[in-house]
């Protein structure tokens, strides 16, 4: 049984506002990035523009080609939360119809996705990453499909637990008795009731996956040029970290702000949501989360 009040009343906890405005200012300036910086941002200035610091005409002065570092901020944040947001949504996807089948399936079904999910998860997730993502040349989709198929087992032994909670109850019991299929039961009665374990589960994740893309960009695996990433420009500031030190400072404040306003957002939404996390019993959904 979940918290009454619905999704309002989840994001009325403080934790959870404060997550909230951190996250959505990212994501505004993703949306307001073309109005914000019109132009290109990877168009290259001239021998007086480059690495000049913080000023009127460069908020955020310029690297060492002559480039604004706001502009590339701002459409840095586009590509940055779209890795995040999509390979969450990859991620997520793939462990929940993982763990519904788990949980409703026959035993023999459910021992060996389980088996297959602990053969994952004995792979560190980030050896795993770095060998796919180096075995071709680096693109969104790449890294988009690499970092969503490697963090859906937490997920999938979350929404396994749960639906094998929600299988002995009363109205499963009749919905089966009334002849629906399995998978009628999984869409109609089971995943309503998992929802909101699987958006606090996405939630938690947003930022580890921003984390993860802004590694792989800061060793050159990332999304290619001319995109731009926040992982890149902290590499690309990295020789400049005594002249140009507003090139690492700013990527990385940005960086650091949206991971904190998303785990801040799915702390507080599983705290308003699930009642034994405020009780001590949210242990597993933290270790799943933190693991995935």
């Known amino acids: ?3 009454s009040g619905g999704w309002p009343a989840a994001l009325r906890g403080g934790s959870a506002r404060a997550g909230l405005a951190l ?3 990212p994501l505004l300036a993703a949306v307001l990035a073309p109005l914000l910086a019109p132009g290109d941002p990877a168009a290259l200035g001239g021998p ?3 690495l000049q610091p913080p000023s009127w005409s460069h908020p955020l002065g310029t690297d060492p080609l002559g480039r604004d570092a706001l502009a590339r901020l701002l459409h840095g944040a586009r590509v940055s939360l779209l890795v995040g947001l999509v390979g969450v949504a990859v991620a997520v996807g793939c462990g929940t119809l993982v763990g519904l089948v788990a949980g409703l399936a026959p035993a023999a079904v459910d021992r060996a996705l389980m088996a297959l999910t602990d053969v994952a998860l004995a792979f560190p997730r980030i050896f795993l990453i770095l060998l796919l993502v180096s075995l071709t040349a680096p693109s969104l989709l790449l890294v988009v499909t690499v970092l969503g198929l490697t963090g859906w087992m937490g997920v999938a032994r979350l929404v396994r637990a749960e639906a094998l909670s929600l299988r002995e109850r009363d109205f499963v019991a009749a919905a089966r008795g009334l002849g629906l299929t399995g998978a009628q039961v999984a869409w109609r009665h089971v995943l309503p009731n998992v929802l909101p374990t699987i958006i606090v589960a996405a939630a938690l994740r947003v930022g580890g996956t921003i984390l993860l893309e802004s590694f792989l960009g800061f060793l050159g695996l990332g999304v290619p040029e001319p995109a731009v990433s ?11 970290l ?3 030190w507003w090139l690492t400072a700013f990527p990385g404040l940005a ?4 991971v904190v306003g998303w785990n801040l957002l799915g702390d ?3 705290e308003a949501l699930d009642p034994r996390a405020a009780t001590g019993g949210g ?3 933290r270790a799943e989360s933190a693991r995935g």
């Not at 960086?255 to 949206?258: E, F, L, P, V, Y």
Request: proline share 0%.
């Open 1 to 3: 049984m979940r918290r």
């Open 23 to 25: 996250a959505a200012l």
């Open 48 to 50: 007086a523009e480059r």
């Open 230 to 240: 926040w992982g890149a420009m902290i590499e690309q500031g990295r020789a400049h």
């Open 242 to 244: 005594l002249d140009g």
């Open 255 to 258: 960086i650091t702000a949206t």
């Open 268 to 270: 507080g939404l599983r």
């Open 283 to 285: 242990e597993l959904e």
